[in-house]
């Protein structure tokens, strides 16, 4: 049944797509220099436990800002701040244990695109995805549907 859920809304979005002008539905938004330098801070930060700052676009502005900046977190932590019908990108430094002991602690972006959003909104998120990758060097990233599929399991097997 959530299969069938998920292909509707897929076609959706393809006929939203068909229905623009693929410039005006893919709008890739700018990062907000307030933005950026944060993102440089979170980059170097010297703080050892998982820490995640969640990001939102503003759509009139065209901008990726800053919507919260979560400390010492879980998992379950960030979920419980996801919104239910709006998607979020979240870029997470994760405390990883190697199987030799060693600590390392991935920067990875994770994009939450829950399945109720609209679908221009999604799109407007999706077009903007690769840019913020892209400018803020995350090679690491996934795509999940709903909060409580970011679990530590995933996590750890995905990045």
């Given at each position: 049944?959530?299969?069938?859920?998920?292909?509707?809304?897929?076609?959706?979005?393809?006929?939203?797509?068909?229905?623009?002008?693929?410039?005006?539905?893919?709008?890739?938004?700018?990062?907000?220099?307030?933005?950026?330098?944060?993102?440089?801070?979170?980059?170097?930060?010297?703080?050892?436990?998982?820490?995640?700052?969640?990001?939102?676009?503003?759509?009139?502005?065209?901008?990726?800002?800053?919507?919260?900046?979560?400390?010492?977190?879980?998992?379950?932590?960030?979920?419980?701040?996801?919104?239910?019908?709006?998607?979020?990108?979240?870029?997470?430094?994760?405390?990883?244990?190697?199987?030799?002991?060693?600590?390392s602690y991935p920067l990875s972006l994770v994009f939450y695109s829950p399945s109720g959003c609209k679908p221009q909104l999604r799109m407007m998120y999706a077009g903007s995805r690769n840019n913020l990758a892209r400018k803020c060097e995350l090679n690491?990233?996934?795509?999940?549907?709903?909060?409580?599929?970011?679990?530590?399991?995933?996590?750890?097997?995905?990045?």
């Open positions: 049944m959530q299969i069938l859920i998920e292909l509707e809304e897929l076609i959706k979005d393809l006929l939203l797509l068909l229905s623009f002008n693929m410039t005006d539905a893919l709008k890739i938004c700018e990062i907000a220099a307030d933005l950026k330098d944060e993102l440089e801070r979170f980059r170097f930060s010297r703080k050892r436990s998982t820490n995640a700052l969640i990001l939102k676009i503003d759509p009139v502005k065209q901008l990726i800002i800053l919507d919260q900046k979560l400390e010492d977190c879980d998992p379950d932590m960030i979920c419980d701040e996801l919104p239910v019908q709006q998607p979020r990108y979240i870029v997470i430094s994760y405390e990883r244990v190697h199987d030799d002991g060693r600590l690491r990233n996934l795509e999940i549907r709903e909060p409580d599929e970011l679990t530590r399991e995933l996590l750890e097997l995905k990045l």
